[in-house]
Each structure stands twice: as structure tokens, then as C-alpha cells.
């Protein structure tokens, strides 16, 4: 945000400072959510129905053209700050308030609450060589921050079909963009069919690529730095492997599962639900062969009292009827304690449908 300033204010043009990589012009599209979609439809992307909005009234407008439930996503903002669902016209107006008190201006969107989210890390050197480091799949659907979601890599339930389809789609949208170096592509994907919406294009370092740059052995971080300059992927050499260029699509064969860590229960007056805005305050990563092993490792890693996929005894039950835990609700509304709903539900007989 601060960069994009400089660039508009003429800061980097008095003193001849030059910006390497990435134009601030493309930056300044994929954080502003209205050219943003804009930029989309000039290359026909799919993208959810939406509508840009900078005061309360226009955000009312747009949801009741649009209909509820409605996304609310903040412009030049991290972690989700500001967004979320809303069902009706009240939980809107609260929702838009609080959004524009930390931005200029809020993304009015159709829900696809429900969906499979999927990110590709994506790397594009001056001569247009694009390549896809890593695909990624949340565990949880749409609706929950990628923060807030167990994460695996590469994808798990993906056909190939789907998986060549999201990948054309984010060389093509990074091409059209014009990034330099290293970017994140978020897309939401139908579960029952192969309509997909792009959510959002980080172009820059996330906490997705530090994940993906573990799980490939593609040091991502190296090899942007490098393109900034001007060098061509075929120029670069990877720096983890020695030997390859950084021009070879890292091959897996195995799974990595990232699992969020959280601390709720030290403040005062927080809500246990997880949702679009993260409250996780780390993570851990976990190697192995099946994704059985690596859930495990990571519930194992991200706690030292959980002894894995198990039965909830001693997990802290946030939802509870008359005494008892509504691990139903808890399924249906996460919480920080969903994967241990998830294993009550099965013990209980309940059905993955």
C-alpha cells in the first residue's frame, strides 16, 4: 500500500526511483478489487457476480442486485481484514462500517460459500515464461480464510482435467496482468461441476508461497528476487537442488499438510468461529506419504497435548446443548475444534455425505 502510494503521489518519479519486477500498476489491480474484476472480463475469467462499493448505501444497493448472501471483501488489506458473509441487510451495514473503517473501499460479491478452494503459486520471467510451482487445496471450502484452513499440497481431489484447467487459467491471467517474478492465484471451485470463480491474484510473496517454497524445495523467494532483475528463468539455477534450472515444475511424490495454530482462548470477549478474517496465530507443516500420515503429524506438531485424529477427549468444546457437545454445529459453524467434530461425527456413524 505504502508503494502504491509513492507511485501515485509522484514520490518515485521525483527522486528517479525505478521499481523492479512487478509494475505498481499491476499491483494496483489486483488490490483494487473493482479494476481487478475489470481486468478479468478483458480476457473472459470467470469471476463471481459482484460490485465495488465506498459508502454504506452503495454496498446495500449492490447486495440487493446481486442477492444474499453476499461476500464482503476490503481492499488493500491482509488477512482478510474487514470481509465476510453476510445473510441480510443488518449484518451488511455492520459489516460495511467496520471494512471502511480500515479501507477506501469494499467488493460487494456473489457467495460461493460451500465451494473447494484451490491456489496455484505462479512464476512469469520478462521473456513470458510462466510456470506453476505448486497447487494447493484447502481442506476446508470457501468461506473459511486460507489462514484459518488445514491446507494440503499438490491438490487431492482434483480430476486432471479441473487441475489443467485452473493451471491454463492462471498462466493466462498472470500473463495478462504483466507480473513479474512471483504471484498467488486463489480460485473457488464448484464441487459438482467445473465452473470456477477467481477470488483474488497476490502479486507478491504470501504466506502460501512460503508454504509452497517449503513443500517443492522451489526456493520462490530466490528465484522472484532474481527475475526482478531481469534474468530469465532458464538463466536461474535453483539454489536448493543445485543442479536444475528454475525453469523444471517441481514434481511431488508425496503430500504436505499445512494446519493452523490458534490461541482464542487467552483473550477476552473473542468469538471461537473461523471465517474469512484470520485469527490463527501460527502453523505448522507436516511431510509424509498419505494424507492419513500427514493429519497425524500436523495435529500432533500443532499441539503437544493432541494426540492426533482421535476422539475429543480433552479438546475444548466450544458448542454445547445442555451440557453435551454439538459437534454438528460445530461442523456446520467451525471452530478452531472442527477436525475433532469431524472425528466424533465418524465415530458416531455419521456418513461423509
Not at 491446507?151 to 504483466?178: F, K
Request: charged share 20%; with cysteine.
Amino acid at each position: 500500500n505504502c508503494g502504491v502510494t509513492l507511485d501515485s503521489t509522484g514520490v518515485l518519479a521525483k527522486y528517479n526511483v525505478r521499481v523492479l519486477g512487478t509494475p505498481v500498476s499491476t499491483i494496483a489491480i489486483t488490490e483494487d478489487r473493482e479494476l481487478f474484476r475489470d481486468a478479468l472480463l478483458q480476457i473472459h475469467e470467470h469471476c463471481a457476480q459482484s460490485a465495488p462499493a465506498t459508502t454504506v448505501d452503495e454496498a446495500v444497493k449492490a447486495a440487493a442486485s446481486i442477492g444474499y448472501p453476499v461476500m464482503i471483501r476490503a481492499a488493500f488489506t491482509l488477512g482478510g481484514q474487514g470481509s465476510g458473509i453476510v445473510y441480510d441487510e443488518e449484518e451488511l451495514k455492520a459489516k460495511v462500517r467496520t471494512a471502511l473503517a480500515v479501507a477506501p473501499q469494499v467488493l460487494v460479491e456473489q457467495s460461493v460459500k460451500g465451494w473447494k478452494e484451490i491456489e496455484y503459486e505462479v512464476v512469469r520471467d520478462i521473456y513470458d515464461n510462466c510456470l506453476t510451482v505448486c497447487n494447493m487445496e484447502n481442506f476446508d471450502p470457501m468461506g473459511v480464510h486460507t489462514g484459518e484452513s488445514i491446507v494440503v499440497a499438490p491438490s487431492q481431489t482434483l480430476s486432471n482435467d479441473e487441475y489443467h484447467m485452473l493451471r491454463t487459467a492462471a498462466v493466462r491471467i498472470i500473463r495478462h496482468l504483466g507480473v513479474v517474478g512471483e504471484c498467488n492465484i486463489q480460485y473457488g471451485l464448484c464441487p459438482v461441476s467445473k465452473r470456477y470463480v477467481v477470488i483474488e491474484v497476490n502479486a507478491r510473496l504470501s504466506r502460501s508461497s512460503a508454504l509452497a517454497s517449503k513443500a517443492t524445495g522451489y526456493p520462490l523467494a530466490h528465484v522472484a528476487a532474481k527475475l526482478a532483475l531481469g534474468k530469465g528463468l532458464h538463466e536461474i539455477t535453483n539454489g536448493v537442488t543445485k543442479t536444475t534450472p528454475a525453469c523444471f515444475e517441481p514434481s511431488l511424490d508425496y503430500i504436505v499438510c499445512k494446519m493452523p495454530r490458534w490461541d482464542l482462548n487467552k483473550f477476552n470477549l473473542v468469538s471461537n468461529d473461523i471465517g474469512s478474517m484470520m485469527k490463527s496465530v501460527g502453523e505448522v507443516m507436516a511431510i509424509g506419504r498419505t494424507f492419513e500420515e500427514v493429519i497425524q503429524k500436523a495435529l500432533r506438531m500443532v499441539d503437544p497435548s493432541y494426540l492426533g485424529f482421535r476422539t475429543s477427549a480433552g479438546i475444548l468444546r466450544s458448542k454445547t446443548i445442555d451440557g453435551e457437545w454439538d459437534y454438528k454445529e460445530e461442523i456446520k459453524n467451525p471452530t478452531p475444534q472442527r477436525i475433532w467434530a469431524i472425528c466424533e461425527a465418524l465415530h458416531t456413524g455419521m456418513t461423509v455425505d
